[in-house]
């Protein structure tokens, strides 16, 4: 299979949008592009330089296929042919890189192709949400409108991971339910217009080649804004091309960042620069730093909250002469409104019947996430649910108590067996004790009644004291009163 006529049919597009169309680019990656527009505008480029005619491409060229991170996959990102084939539960997965143009091109999907696979994988029940990997300064202005509202219009969370998402980038990206910045050195912003061409008058004029501009008689203002910007004039080309172009991009960006931007920075946010990193979060541009899985994370958990409460109330709601009523889902989305729904507006009292009604509408609508209740029903619910609480509460109580109350009882066994083991010992120790007193006396009886060359009476019968001798009669008394310093005082009257 040969890829020559395609790849050309896609450089063709390419010379085309670069001649002739409008861009919103970041400045720096104007400078790098030059070259090779510069190139295209000489004729220098060709098709050929880009590959050999008839002969197989190396590289394959972009095709539209679907890109989704299946659930628990551990594979990451996976192709499928068709969105059947894709798992349920799954998050369709786009990059947009490099120069967005609104055609194919020999390195990325254009724009318009992108748009459409977002499209399809929105319609398809296999998608849960999107995650759109930006890595772009920006691109066409042809066909981005379109594609920008194609993001901000998706009926299922759309998350952006931004690692340069500026200009014309930032225009599509903004429209996403969230932003999530792809580390300290991402570049986002470059949020405004401007034009520049080179006048090669005078280098042709060298060259012995002049121009002759003729306009139809009643073209008078044909081009006449460039003619005047090449004589320095810049007034016009600002009033006629630049200043409304610019006005639709920041009022889409201020719809899209609709009370996240800050306020006391929109004016400079608005004015062209860009931002790095996480003054990204700061100044509301972004909604917070992150990996590409965690944008992956962060749509799943909008997928979820949104199968779970059906979306966000409802902005506003008005009737028109064809009676399509619409009201926002997910701070961004838009559902019709059946005249079940369009009674409920504005009213302070919702019957069960009613709100019944409805419900049969949000189900026709495939809203199974959500349903309307009547105030007395969700009265009742929050009753019930105190109720819930309130036991809940008991039982985690009680269970704290039974706990506590175990391990009180534990103790006091515990320390009873800890009791009971100290008398045991202490039995013991006495009963060793008592039988080594025995033992000592029954030693000293045996002493005692040993034959020897001079008794020693060490032990007196029951009726003698152990020191009493023989022929001593004195008492105690007696022989205090025989000391001397005792008889000194018999005579002292004051001792009298």
């Given at each position: 299979m040969h890829h020559f006529l395609p790849e050309l049919m896609r450089v063709n597009a390419l010379l085309f949008a670069v001649l002739n169309g409008y861009f919103l680019l970041e400045a720096s990656a104007i400078q790098n592009y030059l070259p090779l527009a510069e190139q295209m505008r000489e004729g220098k480029f060709r098709a050929a330089d880009w590959m050999a005619a008839g002969v197989?491409?190396?590289?394959?060229?972009?095709?539209?296929?679907?890109?989704?991170?299946?659930?628990?996959?551990?594979?990451?990102?996976?192709s499928y042919e068709g969105l059947d084939e894709v798992p349920a539960g799954s998050i369709a997965v786009y990059t947009i890189e490099g120069v967005m143009m609104e055609a194919d091109t020999c390195w990325s999907l254009g724009t318009a192709s992108l748009g459409q696979l977002i499209r399809e994988a929105d319609a398809h029940e296999n998608i849960i949400?999107?995650?759109?990997?930006?890595?772009?300064p920006g691109g066409s202005t042809m066909g981005l409108e379109s594609f920008a509202g194609i993001i901000a219009g998706t009926q299922k969370p759309f998350v952006s991971h931004a690692t340069q998402m500026c200009s014309a980038g930032y225009w599509a990206g903004s429209g996403a339910n969230a932003i999530v910045v792809n580390g300290r050195t991402a570049m986002i912003g470059s949020i405004g217009t401007m034009v520049s061409f080179r006048d090669y008058s005078k280098a042709n004029a060298r060259l012995g080649i002049e121009d002759h501009v003729i306009n139809a008689t009643a073209s008078t203002n044909k081009n006449a804004a460039f003619s005047e910007a090449q004589k320095g004039n810049y007034k016009p080309i600002r009033a006629q091309l630049l200043d409304p172009l610019n006005e639709v991009f920041l009022s889409t960006v201020r719809e899209n960042r609709a009370g996240k931007l800050d306020a006391q920075q929109e004016k400079e946010l608005l004015s062209g620069m860009v931002y790095?990193?996480?003054?990204?979060?700061?100044?509301?541009?972004?909604?917070?730093?992150?990996s590409f899985e965690d944008a992956v994370a962060l749509a799943q958990q909008l997928a979820e909250e949104a199968a779970t409460s059906g979306g966000s109330a409802a902005k506003n709601a008005t009737?028109?002469?064809?009676?399509?009523?619409?009201?926002s889902l997910f701070n961004k989305k838009t559902l019709t409104l059946g005249a079940a729904m369009v009674a409920l507006v504005a009213k302070q009292t919702v019957s069960a019947e009613e709100a019944a009604a409805a419900n049969t509408e949000l189900e026709a609508a495939n809203i199974t996430g959500a349903k309307l209740i009547t105030e007395a029903a969700f009265t009742d619910l929050e009753a019930k649910g105190a109720r819930v609480d309130a036991a809940e509460k008991e039982a985690t109580d009680a269970k704290a108590a039974t706990k506590t109350a175990t391990d009180e009882?534990?103790?006091?066994?515990?320390?009873?067996?800890?009791?009971?083991?100290s008398n045991e010992q202490l039995t013991k120790d006495l009963e060793a004790a008592t039988k080594r007193a025995e033992d000592a006396e029954a030693e000293a009886t045996r002493l005692?009644?040993?034959?020897?060359?001079?008794?020693?009476?060490?032990?007196?019968?029951?009726?003698?004291?152990?020191?009493?001798?023989?022929?001593?009669?004195?008492?105690?008394?007696?022989?205090?009163?025989?000391?001397?310093?005792?008889?000194?005082?018999?005579n002292n009257p004051l001792f009298n």
């Open positions: 197989e491409l190396e590289v394959a060229p972009p095709t539209k296929s679907f890109l989704a991170i299946t659930p628990f996959a551990e594979s990451g990102v996976l949400a999107h995650v759109g990997r930006f890595n772009t790095i990193g996480e003054a990204n979060v700061s100044n509301g541009l972004a909604d917070q730093m992150g009737t028109s002469s064809n009676s399509t009523n619409t009201m009882l534990a103790t006091v066994r515990q320390e009873a067996s800890d009791s009971k083991a005692g009644n040993l034959s020897g060359a001079t008794p020693t009476f060490a032990r007196k019968s029951a009726e003698k004291n152990d020191v009493e001798e023989e022929g001593d009669t004195k008492s105690t008394a007696q022989i205090l009163a025989d000391l001397p310093h005792n008889k000194a005082l018999d």
